[in-house]
T-cell receptor, first 113, second 115 residues
Framework: AQTVTQSQPEMSVQEAETVTLSCTYD???????LFWYKQPPSRQMILVIR??????QNATENRFSVNFQKAAKSFSLKISDSQLGDAAMYFC??????????FGDGTTLTVKP | DTGVSQDPRHKITKRGQNVTFRCDPI?????LYWYRQTLGQGPEFLTY????????KSRLLSDRFSAERPKGSFSTLEIQRTEQGDSAMYLC?????????????FGPGTRLTVT
């Protein structure tokens, strides 16, 4: 099965603290890319961070970084120095060159002031 | 780059009626995706186009659903004989082959309510 599993339906973090969102995936594709997207309430989905599966180095974008464990098919997102604007639903996803696309069911992140 | 647009943003229809949604992708993007998203769930893949060709269609998509992208630019998604279970947000996304990672750019969605 080609799936994405986000085991944490809800997470909460104190402002300025660090939080990690978990994601595991399963795919038989050899050429794929992994993503974290953010969907704020009533707003459209935007990209947070991407990881090419053929790269061992973990991607980083400012306060956002990933821990990519290819053998374990694990792709977690770490948000450092959490801000109120980080509150949203976060989706883990993989896409392939051939056009296949699968999303997880999301993790709702609450940021407490 | 004006982003992905979708029309209408909201649609309320009675069960049994047909509805059609439109998506305009980013102009240089040759791949276009349709997803369905219900409350608290992730986007569920429906279908995708590369240029005007529909290359994949979800097995979850019943015969009441059809999508077109006649000139490789905008796309339409039609639902015939709507049912209450069709109530959802319908998302469109686009991307371009040749991008380094195939990230998708999403539109704001069309929220369908079937009464």
């Amino acid at each position: 099965a080609q799936t994405v599993t986000q085991s944490q339906p809800e997470m909460s973090v104190q402002e300025a603290e660090t939080v990690t969102l978990s994601c595991t995936y399963d795919t038989s594709e050899s050429d794929y890319y992994l993503f974290w997207y953010k969907q704020p309430p009533s707003r459209q989905m935007i990209l947070v961070i991407r990881q090419e599966a053929y790269k061992q180095q973990n991607a980083t974008e400012n306060r956002f970084s990933v821990n990519f464990q290819k053998a374990a098919k694990s792709f977690s997102l770490k948000i450092s120095d959490s801000q109120l604007g980080d509150a949203a639903m976060y989706f883990c996803a993989w896409h392939t060159n051939a056009g296949k696309s699968t999303f997880g069911d999301g993790t709702t992140l609450t940021v407490k002031p | 780059d004006t982003g992905v647009s979708q029309d209408p943003r909201h649609k309320i229809t009675k069960r049994g009626q047909n509805v059609t949604f439109r998506c305009d992708p980013i102009s240089e993007h040759n791949r276009l995706y349709w997803y369905r998203q219900t409350l608290g769930q992730g986007p569920e893949f429906l279908t995708y186009f590369q240029n005007e060709a529909q290359l994949e269609k979800s097995r979850l998509l019943s015969d009441r659903f059809s999508a077109e992208r006649p000139k490789g630019s905008f796309s339409t998604l039609e639902i015939q004989r709507t049912e209450q279970g069709d109530s959802a947000m319908y998302l469109c996304a686009s991307t371009r082959t040749g991008l380094s990672s195939y990230e998708q750019y999403f539109g704001p969605g069309t929220r369908l309510t079937v009464t």
